[in-house]
């Protein structure tokens, strides 16, 4: 059976992501795309020129669905409970698939190491930026909350909160309460913003 170009693309594209998953960036290759896809390596070829050119198209496939974390938060509760249910919809995540954040973090990691010929290490901060800028602003808005951080530093602070904690706890689970200093860290920040 013949598959489209289009549909071939969208199968390259979720192998790419679920191998990155499943064993690290590091081992994303054409040949390991096509295998992953069970699809003939002239077609991983066909569809994208290079893997620098995959790897961005899986990126983006990525960041469609930063809404995952933050599409069920309640925004009429205000700006402190809509911040504490994405860090709870967060954490809960790296609990559940923790490999899915280390090939994230590996992704960016890639991306800004290949700065050069992929533009991806500048969209993928910006990219939750939007998502959850637009979130936190629609919470405070909503409650009328006055907030004393921009909803840009609020979210990248948060960001790099979740990014510190949820490294430490990748490296050794059971090492501290991981969790309880994340929401530690994260009241401090809230206080700090008026929140």
Not at 142 to 162: E, H, P, S
Request: include cysteine; hydrophobic fraction near 45%.
């Amino acid at each position: 059976m013949r598959i489209s170009s289009a549909d071939r693309k969208e199968q390259l594209i979720a192998a790419t992501v679920e191998l990155m998953r499943r064993e690290g960036v590091q081992y994303v290759t054409m040949r390991a795309i096509a295998k992953e896809a069970n699809a003939p390596l002239a077609a991983a070829h066909y569809c994208f020129s290079d893997k620098s050119e995959l790897m961005d198209a899986a990126a983006e496939a990525w960041l469609k669905n930063l809404n995952r974390y933050s599409s069920d938060v309640p925004v009429h509760l205000g700006l402190r409970k809509a911040v504490e249910q994405v860090a709870e919809n967060y954490w809960r995540a790296l609990e559940e698939e923790p490999g899915s954040l280390l090939a994230e973090i590996e992704l960016i990691l890639w991306a800004t190491r290949n700065a050069a010929s992929s533009p991806l290490a500048g969209k993928i901060y910006p990219a939750y930026e939007v998502e959850l800028g637009n979130l936190f602003t629609a919470a405070a808005q909503g409650n009328g909350d006055k907030c004393l951080i921009d909803a840009a530093t609020l979210v990248r602070t948060f960001l790099m909160i979740y990014d510190g904690a949820a490294i430490q706890y990748m490296t050794d689970p059971k090492a501290a309460d991981h969790r309880g200093n994340f929401f530690l860290v994260l009241d401090a920040l809230l206080a700090k913003a008026g929140v």
